[in-house]
């Protein structure tokens, strides 16, 4: 078979490669100031993943003589199948089931308040499967009845108005796709390279369509003070109060709305059931889950996820508060950390892009470190406050190279170096990185996660 045939085979990254034992550890190691346990389980799964028996598992084509997956006919190809319905919810191929969420190597002591990552190496166009969607909880997550949930709307209202869920579904609806994201996502990039993965370094990020009602209709039916109303508090039902001031333009504007559906069923309950608010393009803790309150006033409430946590540290030591949208942001997908190219040739680079300003306009992609930019596709669609789809044809000639991607949006905002956020914010900030991302490939094929001032 000639080479050139061959091109683009790659090899997946190994996405178990920490236990629950194992995140306890980096935990315990983390405080002793040191990282070499999650590197090390993560070297010792790469290298099994590329063991010859685990090549072996692909399935080749041979590469001389007939191949037996062609003459010699499958079970599938001669025999009955399983029955219509016979699991009730559709599930993943047996061959995906290890296309999960990953818990935080190390953000958080306990599983109640601690952050799953989306699997974004795996996944394809822009819409994230109800399944795999990001998590992040201050206090577990709850399975509510839905017939017992209530959402309130007061303060600088004519009267005080509480709706039922049923009664929420009865209004006139939207639907609209729309990124999430975490403020905290990429976060442990800040100082330096933490972890080996995509799915760790930006896997704080999904996206779904929701469906919903227009918080303003909501606030309308309770004869909310809209001119002298400035913001809004929203307020979740699980135990750790979680409060979002919410400017009130942003809701005037019919963006922010009131979600029972995602991707075409009601929100899981990891996901806010059955009621959650939809901030577009604002970060992830204003997404307020379980939502059971909203009150209309006339200024910032300065709740604690506002005041003290949810902020960018300036190298002055200050800091900023409600620094709430997300701004421009790209990543590469594949290849990315963990990956092993197996050959020469051509490959597809292809990855995500956002922006909480709006719509992305191009996607740059550099294989050299950023010193030569080539314009990417832009799949479809390109939708506004929401994951766009980019994808670039590239032939490996098998030397070292940096891969990079750098995205536009329609504010004409661009994505930074590390040199340029870092002269403004430092290294010590947590919040709000969206840094150029570097992958290394090595004459070996195998990509690893790299920094690049």
Known sequence: MHQESRSGRLLKAPENFLSRTDVATVWAEAKRGRRDFMRSAFAAAAAAAAA?????????????????????????????????AVEGYGKPSKYE??????QSP?????????????????????VTPSGLHFERHHQGWWDIDPSKHRLMVNGMVKAAKVFTVDEIMRLPAVSRFHFIECGANTAVEWGN??????????????????????LITLLELAGADLKNGKFVLAEGADGSSMTRTIPMELIKSGEVFVAYGQNGEMLRPEQGYPLRLIVPGVQGVSWVKYLRRIEVGDQ???????????????????????????????????P??????????????????????????????????????RTARLQSPVLSKSLTRFNIDWVWDGTPAIIQSRAVDSTGHVQPTYKQLRDVRGTRSIYHNNAIQSWLVQESGEVKNVQVS
């Open 193 to 214: 390279v933490a972890v080996p993965t995509v799915q760790y370094t930006h896997g704080m990020v999904s996206c779904s369509e929701f469906t919903g009602v227009p």
């Open 52 to 84: 010859p028996a685990a090549l072996a598992q692909a399935n080749p084509v041979p590469s001389q003589g007939g191949d037996p997956n062609i003459l010699t006919l499958p079970e599938h190809s001669v025999g009955l199948g399983q029955g219509v």
């Open 300 to 334: 910032p409430y300065g709740t604690k996820d506002e005041a003290i946590h949810y902020i960018d540290l300036q190298p002055n030591g200050l800091h900023r508060q409600y620094t709430s949208i997300q701004e421009i942001k790209s990543v590469v997908t594949t």
């Open 97 to 102: 089931l290890n296309v999960q969420r990953r």
């Open 336 to 373: 990315s950390g963990g990956q092993v190219l197996l050959d020469k040739g051509f490959y597809n680079i292809t990855g995500l892009a956002w922006s909480g300003r709006g719509t992305v306009k191009r996607v740059d992609v550099s294989v050299d470190g950023g010193r030569n930019w």
């Open 106 to 126: 190390g953000l958080t002591q306990t599983t109640q308040a601690s952050v799953s990552f989306a699997p974004l190496q795996s996944l394809f166009g822009i």
